[in-house]
């Protein structure tokens, strides 16, 4: 079993930033990719970025393309979501997600979520 917390989520004006932590537990970190995902009200769950096991590579839907990064930290089991340039359509829950085989932006490839954490950006 893997444990996902995140964290850092809040309420920001457009235009704000915020960086997301998602802390693991329970298993070796460097053996998961990663990914993180964000649910807006009425709407499916949508990938936002991923990341390889070993953070070489690095995947981002084109809407936070520029304005998003993601990031690990295999030494501290941590994976991060920097955002900048927050828009009101960014408001969603954002959760986190770790794959022991499957290193992509479909949510059933991730075997393991955390319980996310509500970003809101006002205009």
């Known amino acids: 079993q893997v444990q996902l917390v995140e964290s850092g989520g809040g309420l920001v004006q457009a235009g704000g930033s915020l960086r997301l932590s998602c802390a693991a537990s329970g298993r070796t970190f460097s053996n998961y990719a990663m990914g993180w995902f964000r649910q807006a009200p009425g709407k499916e769950r949508e990938i936002v970025a991923a990341?390889?096991?070993?953070?070489?590579?690095?995947y981002s839907v084109d809407s936070v393309k520029g304005r998003f990064t993601i990031s690990r930290d295999n030494a501290k089991s941590t994976m991060y979501l920097q955002m900048n340039s927050l828009e009101p359509e960014d408001t969603a829950v954002y959760y986190c997600a770790a794959a022991r085989s499957y290193y992509g932006s479909y949510p059933n490839g991730y075997d393991y979520w955390g319980q996310g954490t509500q970003v809101t950006v006002s205009s």
């Open positions: 990341i390889s096991w070993s953070g070489e590579s690095t």
